[in-house]
């Protein structure tokens, strides 16, 4: 009998109950309490599992070559030499896995450096397209160059910011009461023109009034934004932006303006304190996000920036496959919308800056417009004379209206009922009345106006004429 462990004959001989081979004890049960298997079979072996063999003790005779000094020098000299080969044999394979190792390490290497040159040149490739859609003019031919549309998703703690947003906004949505004081369709029927200023920054395409209702933020085209103060009727800051005026917004106290640059600069009074984004072309569209912690820049160069407002440094880059008109921020915040040259309005996921859905309205896209009943937005399209108002659930349009001239700007006010809107002929108020789900304007004045905005309590609209000036529309 030999142990099928060590080859040899054991000394206490048992056997396995489960294969049936012989093994020495104590080498079976070091490998039982160590691997709980018959190192044969594999099988699950326990000591009681093992048969102890009785056999007549025989002690083996010792080898005749093992019986004198010489024989047991050529012994000890064969062992050596063994040995010596071995060592050198397994020099060998050390030295030939080196060379494999060695290969594989190479190989990685140069796989890295492609990888980083082609992720280069792919970034170089759409800079220039971008490049060249803008010298080009940005017309309706440079958007057959598709560009692949890949998002980068946002630090953790703006993603968490984001997701508390949007609860917080969702949860209280449908049970939010009309504020106090708010207008009527009484009031907003009898608005009228109650003062208008001289043209101030003349090519300005973007009025926002903040919070208050008192402070208009606008520029021209000679590089200039001015905050005017309503109830002062003059204007109290001038920003200089060294670049023409394309796109303006209030971040709490703090004028966010985008220019033709390429960048968005933030204004606390009269002081720059930040710039941000390098667009290669014009800004045409910014929007903030509803907690107060990103902002949003859009471009001629066919991608979108998301900024964190806390560092002023750009966190998210996306781009699309068409130049963008127009930008906004879903009302919870979780979603983002831009409108195209082609004519479509794509949606992301602000986390992640995947593509969501892509919604086709047959004309180049002027502007978007969200309600606060989170399921409603509005657009109005290039060259259009009418709004269309759209269901996000059901992804299509499910109202439009005939203003009678060319739209340049839509604006909700903050409960959802009036749909404010600009154009070249006159500035309307659309209004929804949710007890009898029925559409009625009342109110239209022929006012020329390139955008428009809501006072405070929507107790007023602020129109910003072709010429650059204002006019301001209430009760009279």
């Not at 068409?322 to 986390?351: P, Q, Y």
């Not at 108020?429 to 949710?434: E, L, N, P």
Request: charged share 20%; aromatic share 8%; net charge negative.
């Amino acid at each position: 009998m030999q142990c099928a462990i060590s080859g040899e004959a054991p000394q206490v001989p048992v056997a396995s109950r489960k294969s049936g081979n012989v093994f020495e004890r104590r080498l079976i049960e070091a490998h039982i309490a160590e691997h709980h298997t018959d190192p044969v079979s594999g099988e699950d072996l326990a000591v009681e599992d093992l048969l102890e063999l009785k056999s007549p003790r025989i002690v083996t005779p010792r080898p005749p070559n093992l019986t004198s000094i010489p024989s047991l020098l050529s012994a000890f000299q064969n062992e050596w030499d063994s040995i010596v080969l071995e060592t050198f044999t397994l020099k060998q394979q050390l030295a030939q896995t080196r060379q494999e190792l060695s290969t594989a390490l190479y190989q990685n290497d140069a796989a890295t450096r492609v990888i980083a040159r082609l992720t280069r040149e792919r970034d170089e490739a759409r800079e220039a397209l971008s490049n060249v859609t803008i010298s080009g003019g940005g017309g309706a031919a440079s958007n057959g160059d598709a560009m692949q549309v890949d998002g980068q998703g946002l630090p953790e703690e703006l993603v968490a910011k984001v997701d508390e947003t949007q609860q917080q906004l969702f949860a209280t949505r449908r049970k939010r009461p009309i504020p106090d004081g708010w207008a009527t369709d009484d009031t907003v029927s009898s608005f009228d023109i109650a003062s208008s200023t001289d043209p101030l920054y003349p090519g300005s395409t973007n009025v926002s009034v903040d919070e208050s209702g008192d402070l208009a933020l606008f520029g021209g085209t000679d590089g200039v934004a001015g905050v005017y103060s309503i109830s002062q009727a003059k204007v109290i800051y001038a920003l200089k932006c060294g670049s023409p005026v394309t796109a303006t917004t209030w971040w709490d106290s703090k004028a966010v303006v985008a220019t033709s640059a390429g960048t968005v600069k933030v204004f606390q009074g009269e002081d720059e304190i930040a710039e941000m984004g390098s667009h290669a072309g014009a800004v045409t569209s910014i929007s903030l996000h509803p907690s107060g912690a990103l902002l949003a820049s859009a471009g001629a160069d066919k991608r979108f920036a998301f900024h964190d407002l806390e560092s002023f440094k750009t966190v998210s880059t996306v781009y699309t496959e068409a130049e963008i008109t127009c930008c906004d921020f879903h009302v919870d915040g979780l979603l983002f919308f831009t409108g195209g040259l082609d004519g479509n309005i794509r949606i992301f996921d602000v986390k992640t800056g995947a593509s969501m859905a892509v919604l086709e309205t047959g004309a180049p896209v002027r502007a978007i417009a969200f309600s606060e009943n989170g399921t409603w937005f509005a657009v109005a399209q290039k060259n259009s004379n009418s709004v269309s108002v759209w269901d996000l659930r059901k992804q299509t349009s499910i109202k439009a209206f005939d203003i009678g001239s060319a739209v340049h700007s839509i604006r909700w006010d903050y409960t959802g009922q009036f749909l404010a809107t600009a154009g070249n002929g006159s500035v309307t108020v659309q209004q929804y009345t949710k007890s009898s789900k029925s559409w009625s304007e009342p109110f239209k004045k022929a006012v020329s106006a390139r955008d428009v905005a809501w006072g405070a309590s929507a107790n007023s609209l602020v129109a910003l004429t072709p010429d650059g000036g204002l006019s301001f529309l209430a009760s009279s």
